[in-house]
T-cell receptor, first 115, second 116 residues
Framework: AQSVTQPDIHITVSEGASLELRCNYS??????LFWYVQSPGQGLQLLLK??????LVQGIKGFEAEFKRSQSSFNLRKPSVHWSDAAEYFC?????????????FGSGTKLNVKP | GAVVSQHPSRVICKSGTSVKIECRSLDFQATTMFWYRQFPKQSLMLMATSNEGSKATYEQGVEKDKFLINHASLTLSTLTVTSAHPEDSSFYIC????????????FGPGTRLTVL
């Protein structure tokens, strides 16, 4: 069965510091992997996605993520966090079927940014 | 591009009434839309998959008679919460997949439902 684990519920970093949010997945085939960000009361915005090819993917807002098959991980990183990055981040795995993907989401990691 | 809207953004209703939430793809056609429910401080739980012109597919444990889904066109899906009760209060989010094949879901801003 497909599942996504985000082991960190809350993370606090100082503005300008680097960031890494962890994501581990369980999926029987090659996964489609996504990171979304959700600001309070808002929907989800796609940060980046991985389907195949280069395992290091670049996204919007300076984020990147690395797919590591051996570790079943897809961790999100940013070298220097800005106060506007404070939000909740969700990792998702897409299960391909019937010409669309059914998504399974992790429980989310809430990021706080200290000034 | 790939903008999804939801209406209303916030609704408060009395217990026993029905509430309709609209999900629209504004600049693309969507053969498939998804409806999620998000409880406070929790992740999104898929409720159902909505395909244009056919019946929705509900996830296990979701009452199809309570959460009525209609996908009448390639740009509109509606979720009706029938005979709403306080436990139905939640944040409902829809997403859409572009026509011709979906490997990315585009999400609406969500609808906050409060049932008194």
């Amino acid at each position: 069965a497909q599942s996504v684990t985000q082991p960190d519920i809350h993370i606090t970093v100082s503005e300008g510091a680097s960031l890494e949010l962890r994501c581990n997945y369980s999926y029987g085939a090659t996964p489609y992997l996504f990171w979304y960000v959700q600001s309070p009361g808002q929907g989800l915005q796609l940060l980046l996605k991985y389907f195949s090819g280069d395992t290091l993917v670049q996204g919007i807002k300076g984020f990147e993520a690395e797919f590591k098959r051996s570790q079943s991980s897809f961790n999100l990183r940013k070298p220097s966090v800005h106060w506007s990055d404070a939000a909740e981040y969700f990792c998702a795995v897409g299960a391909l079927g019937n010409n669309f993907n059914k998504f399974y989401f992790g429980s989310g990691t809430k990021l706080n940014v200290k000034p | 591009g790939a903008v999804v809207s939801q209406h209303p953004s916030r609704v408060i209703c009395k217990s026993g009434t029905s509430v309709k939430i609209e999900c629209r793809s504004l600049d693309f056609q969507a053969t498939t839309m998804f409806w999620y429910r998000q409880f406070p401080k929790q992740s999104l739980m898929l409720m159902a998959t909505s395909n244009e012109g056919s019946k929705a597919t509900y996830e296990q444990g979701v009452e199809k008679d309570k959460f009525l889904i209609n996908h009448a066109s390639l740009t509109l899906s509606t979720l009706t919460v029938t005979s709403a009760h306080p436990e139905d209060s939640s944040f409902y989010i829809c997403s859409a997949v572009t026509l011709g094949g979906g490997d990315t879901q585009y999400f609406g801003p969500g609808t906050r439902l409060t049932v008194l």
